[in-house]
């Protein structure tokens, strides 16, 4: 199996508080890995600072190709992303506007069949196709 993400040494925090110090974790392609442990204890930051969401220092490499410098949306259109954990996303927009959010990606990249992802969600879901406004 092939290496998809090798963090190497992750600092980041809030202000003058560290949070993370000397992280280091690698996950091959395949792996299902998770981050528990009780509140305050770094979960969030971590998933945020890999994400670009959060400044941070260290080396992240994410299927061979160095982030640390790239921002929150190029990591996206690499392939990172990070799912919420709440239920509310974005609680402004619509429905529909939410689930174009989810399909940033291929859109961006000019993926002519986006479009088919959503109409799929709606027939998962009618309830969702009836609120999307």
Known sequence: MSELLNVKNLQAGYGRAEVLTGL???????????????NGAGKSTTLNALMGVLPSKGQIFFDGEEL???GLEERVMKGLALVP???ELF??????????LGGFRPMK???RDWKEGLEQVYQLFPRLK???E
């Open 130 to 132: 009836e609120r999307r």
């Open 24 to 38: 280091n974790l690698r996950l091959r392609q395949g792996e299902v890995v998770t981050v528990i442990g009780p």
């Open 91 to 100: 609680t402004t927009m619509s429905v529909e506007d939410n689930l174009v």
């Open 109 to 111: 990249l000019g993926q």
């Open 85 to 87: 954990e709440k239920r």
């Open 68 to 70: 640390s410098s790239l």
